[in-house]
């Protein structure tokens, strides 16, 4: 059975540090890992796509990585802001189109 | 580029009733997905549907049904609604085959509220 886990559930980090989420699988036989982020009571942002072919996937302040083999990915911010304060989600895609998400990381950026 | 609509923003239901949700996929994307999100089980995946076929299906009851149109748009149906069916009810478009078929895009939800 696929399952996904993120840790930590929460996260409350000082402006301007860099960190890092965590998103394990337990079925390596993934097809991609797409990361979002949902502010409170919204719906879901794509923030990046890593196919199982490549290992990461950059944009902006963002880096996402995959490592099949360990089952697990992480999710670099750099240089956080408030405005990243959000929860966010890592969702492993696998055969016929099925999506199984985590329960998400919570993270609150103080100014 | 238009996103993912989806309406009711907002619906309050009573027990026993049925309701039903809409979403338009962004255009030229033929795949919609289901999704419920509850505090206490996070987002649990419903069903999808591509080129008007379901193509997959979650471990909902047989309560929870949806149908697509030919202009890829989706409804969602709740029959008999019950308290533990409050939920944010999203739903994610992909182009659905191809390269980057994979890739989702979720729209704002609708949030039932069962009394």
């Known amino acids: ?111 | 580029k238009a996103g993912v609509t989806q309406t009711p923003r907002y619906l309050i239901k009573t027990r026993g009733q049925q309701v039903t949700l809409s979403c338009s996929p962004i255009s030229g994307h033929r795949s919609v997905s289901w999704y419920q999100q509850t505090p206490g089980q996070g987002l649990q995946f419903l069903f999808e549907y591509f080129s008007e076929t379901q193509r997959n299906k979650g471990n909902f009851p047989g309560r929870f049904s949806g149908r697509q149109f030919s202009n890829s748009r989706s409804e969602m149906n709740v029959s008999t609604l019950e308290l533990g069916d409050s939920a944010l009810y999203l739903c994610a478009s992909s182009p659905g085959q191809g390269q980057g078929y994979n890739e989702q895009f979720f729209g704002p939800g609708t949030r039932l509220t069962v009394l």
């Open chain 1, 1 to 111: 059975k696929q399952e996904v886990t993120q840790i930590p559930a929460a996260l409350s980090v000082p402006e301007g540090e860099n960190l890092v989420l965590n998103c394990s699988f337990t079925d390596s036989a993934i097809y991609n890992l797409q990361w979002f982020r949902q502010d409170p009571g919204k719906g879901l942002t794509s923030l990046l796509l890593i196919q199982s072919s490549q290992r990461e996937q950059t944009s902006g302040r963002l880096n996402a990585s995959l490592d099949k083999s360990s089952g697990r990915s992480t999710l670099y911010i750099a240089a956080s802001q408030p405005g990243d304060s959000a929860t966010y989600l890592c969702a492993g895609r696998y055969n016929f189109n099925k999506f199984y998400f985590g329960s998400g990381t919570k993270l609150n950026v103080k100014p």
